[in-house]
């Protein structure tokens, strides 16, 4: 039995330890044993999900001959965009430099989690001397379904924003998201026929709760248990990925399991995960790494074609999940490069 080490061991919710505890499960299903600490001496191989500060495990693992595989999302850039204090921004900068170091310095293959992930950090640091592959992120599709409890609204069209945080440099998500709202309540309420409201489910600052004054319903959610993910994702009509360059979005993932359509821009992987009638891409109409103003109405016009056929759009979401979201094909995928010779 092959003992493999996931690290960093961590603690609490998002993304990072529900990959964790997701794989984790799906490896011990598979016949493989998860070491509890680094330092456990039957460790013949690592996963490195990300970075971490405790480098002088991982020097230790790689002088005891531990194949270490790095998964890498993209990198922190917002802090550049928006000036938001010197200890962010040095935060910032430094766990890029961790997560760099780590790829070029330690890991003997990378796995990044989308061919957009790939390409930038090829872009600003060059590539890395060692093999690497891309794995799409993924979730249990008999837990993300269609089929399943939900309160999807009939008198409006409920268009959802589901982010981890919308906050901290984070906000023009939600400022697109109200102009998008806006734009379909005031300029295309007769081709849908009812009014689009808005939920919006993350971490938003009570000033920026209190802010907007609009005439559409607006509900803002707050953090939610991620076992009522799938729930409020059949709630909606219509997710718009509010994530300008995200590397591989798990929200995205999660809403076309459960037969959610996506609305987005084309930046970051939007165009790798979402494809046919899975939901629209536009072009962003500016520089997305500026966070130039984008183009709301072409947005807005994709959005019409997507909640005026909802039956189309949201079995080709599921048909997409299926044909390229399945856990066991993310295993599959890691396993490769962890096994590899």
Request: with cysteine; glycine share 8%; charged share 20%.
């Amino acid at each position: 039995m092959k003992t493999i080490a996931l690290l960093p061991h961590v603690h609490g919710v998002g993304g990072m330890v529900s990959f964790r505890h997701r794989f984790a499960a799906a490896l011990q299903r598979r016949g493989y044993r998860v070491a509890a600490s680094p330092d456990d001496a039957a460790i013949e191989v690592a996963l490195i999900i990300g970075g971490t500060r405790h480098l002088a495990d991982l020097w230790r693992l790689k002088r005891r001959g531990v194949r270490l595989v790095q998964r890498l999302d993209g990198m922190n850039w917002i802090h550049r965009v928006h000036r938001i204090g010197l200890k962010h921004y040095l935060r910032s900068e430094y766990g890029n430099l961790i997560l760099n170091f780590i790829r070029t310095r330690l890991a003997d293959h990378i796995v990044y989690q989308s061919a957009f992930s790939r390409d930038w950090w090829q872009r600003v640091y060059g590539p890395a001397s060692v093999p690497h592959s891309v794995v799409h992120n993924a979730v249990p599709l008999d837990e993300y379904t269609p089929q399943g409890v939900h309160q999807r609204p009939t008198e409006v069209y409920r268009l959802l924003v589901v982010e981890g945080s919308l906050a901290g440099g984070y906000e023009s998500g939600l400022e697109t998201a109200i102009q998008l709202a806006a734009l379909l309540n005031e300029r295309h309420r007769p081709a849908l026929g009812k009014p689009v409201e808005l939920f919006v489910l993350g971490r938003v600052s009570e000033a920026l709760k209190s802010a907007p004054q609009v005439d559409f319903p607006l509900i803002f959610g707050g953090l939610v248990p991620g076992e009522r993910i799938p729930e409020m994702d059949r709630s909606a009509h219509v997710l718009y990925a509010a994530d300008v360059n995200g590397a591989c979005p798990n929200a995205v993932i999660e809403a076309l399991a459960c037969g959610l359509p996506i609305l987005a821009f084309d930046t970051g992987a939007l165009p790798e995960l979402v494809v046919g009638d899975a939901g629209r891409i536009v072009p962003y109409g500016g520089n997305p790494w500026k966070l130039a103003p984008p183009d709301v109405p072409a947005l807005a016009a994709a959005a019409v074609e997507i909640l005026t056929d909802q039956p189309r759009f949201r079995l080709a979401a599921r048909t997409r999940a299926e044909a390229a979201f399945s856990l066991q094909a993310m295993v599959d995928g890691y396993l490769a490069a962890l096994e590899a010779a």
